[in-house]
C-alpha cells in the first residue's frame, strides 16, 4: 500500500498522514474556543449522491437548528458544505473547517484509526447515513469481470486509494481476484466527483473507461446504450452502511447536546423520507441539478439496497479489511467504540 493509506511498510516513521494529523492538533490548539449560536456557524458537509438525501432534508427543513433550538441552544447557524470524496471530507475535517462530516465509512475509520490520542484532532462518528449498492459501470463491451481491466483502463472514483468507491473496489477485488491481489486496479483508478465521472464515462472522454460509483449516478449510467454493469457491491459484500456522520471529538466533549440534536434531526428526516417518499425526491431534483424528474427519485428510493438509518450495519467489515491490509494499524472491538454514546438512545430504523 502507498504511504496516503497507511502501507504496511516497516519504517516507525511517522507517515504524512500523521504528521499532518499533529500539526492539524497544534493549529486547533492554537485556535479559537469554539463559539456557538451566533458567534459562527456549525459547518456541515453534504455529497452529490442520493446517500446524501437525509442531510439534504435536514437543510431544507433546518432540523438541525429545530432539535438545537429544542435541546436549549437556540439561535444556531448551519453552512452546508459540498465535498465530494472521504479524501476531500477528511483533510477539511483536519483543517478545522469542518465541524459534522458525511463520509464514506472507510474513510471515517481511517481518520478515527489515525487521529486517536492526538488532542484537539481525534474524531468520533456521531450515526450511521446510508447504505445502496455500488455499481462498476464500463463502457467496453469486452470487460465482463474484474480480470478483464488492462493496464490502459482508468476508473474513476472520487478518490484514489482512501474514497468509498476506491476501498469497496479493493474490498471487491480481493474476493473476486483473490485476497493478496486487493490493489490490483488501484494503478488504473482516477479522481473524479461523481457528475463528472458519470459525464465522461457516456461520452467516452478522457480515457475513462469505467465508474464505481452509486445512485442516482450509476442508475443513469445503465440506461445509455453501450454501458453495461462489471460488479455489484451488494452481490459480493451484501448490504453495507456506505456512508457516516463523524465529527471532531473535542467539539462534541464540548457541546454534547449538538450530538444528540444531529442525531435527532437526522432520525426525523429519515422518517420523513420513508412517510412521503415523493417530497424527498422533490427535494433531491431541486438540490442535484442532474435533470433528474421526481417519478425517478422515487424509483430510486423504492429499491431494496437504498436504506436510511442512524444505526450503522456491518461497519466492522471495514474494519477488518482495512486492518488487514495495513491502512490502519489499530481497530475497535466493535463498531459502537468508533461512535457517541448518545446515539444508543435513539431507534430510529
Request: charged share 20%; aromatic share 6%.
Amino acid at each position: 500500500m502507498h504511504d496516503e493509506v497507511g502501507g504496511a511498510g516497516g519504517s516507525n516513521a511517522p507517515s504524512p498522514r500523521r504528521r499532518a494529523l499533529v500539526a492539524a492538533g497544534l493549529g486547533a490548539l492554537l485556535a479559537p474556543a469554539l463559539a456557538l449560536g451566533n458567534a459562527r456557524a456549525i459547518r456541515i458537509s453534504k455529497g452529490y449522491g442520493l446517500l446524501y438525501l437525509p442531510l439534504l432534508v435536514m437543510e431544507r427543513q433546518r432540523l438541525f437548528e429545530r432539535h438545537a433550538a429544542q435541546l436549549g441552544m437556540p439561535g444556531l447557524r448551519v453552512e452546508w458544505v459540498l465535498l465530494d470524496g472521504g479524501n476531500s471530507v477528511d483533510d477539511a475535517m483536519m483543517a478545522g473547517s469542518l465541524d459534522f462530516a458525511a463520509a464514506g465509512a472507510p474513510g471515517f475509520i481511517e481518520l478515527w484509526a489515525r487521529s486517536r490520542g492526538i488532542p484537539n484532532v481525534e474524531v468520533i462518528g456521531i450515526s450511521g447515513l446510508s447504505s445502496t449498492s455500488l455499481s462498476l459501470n464500463t463502457n467496453r463491451p469486452g470487460i465482463k469481470t474484474l480480470g478483464d481491466f488492462t493496464p490502459a483502463d482508468r476508473i474513476a472514483v472520487p478518490g484514489i486509494r482512501t474514497s468509498l468507491s476506491a476501498v469497496v473496489l479493493q474490498m471487491l477485488a480481493s474476493r473476486l481476484l483473490g485476497a493478496q491481489h486487493f490493489a490490483r486496479l488501484d494503478s488504473i483508478t482516477v479522481n473524479l466527483p461523481h457528475p463528472q465521472a458519470m459525464q465522461a464515462l457516456i461520452r467516452r472522454e478522457g480515457g475513462i473507461t469505467a465508474h464505481f460509483g452509486s445512485p442516482p449516478f450509476s442508475t443513469l449510467e445503465l440506461r445509455e446504450q453501450g454501458i453495461h454493469r462489471v460488479a455489484d457491491s451488494l452481490d459480493v459484500l451484501g448490504p453495507l452502511t456506505l456512508d457516516v456522520v463523524f465529527a471532531p471529538k473535542r467539539i462534541v466533549d464540548a457541546e454534547p447536546v449538538l450530538a444528540r440534536a444531529f442525531i435527532g434531526a437526522l432520525d426525523e428526516a429519515n422518517r420523513m423520507i420513508a412517510q412521503d417518499p415523493a417530497a424527498a425526491a422533490q427535494v433531491y431534483v431541486a438540490a442535484s441539478n442532474l435533470g433528474l424528474s421526481r417519478d425517478a427519485v422515487v424509483q430510486m428510493l423504492a429499491a431494496p439496497q437504498t436504506r436510511f438509518s442512524i444505526h450503522p450495519g456491518q461497519l466492522m467489515d471495514f474494519v477488518d479489511f482495512l486492518y488487514r491490509v495495513g491502512t490502519i494499524k489499530a481497530k475497535p472491538r466493535t463498531w459502537n467504540e468508533m461512535f457517541v454514546a448518545q446515539l444508543g438512545d435513539f431507534h430510529g430504523p
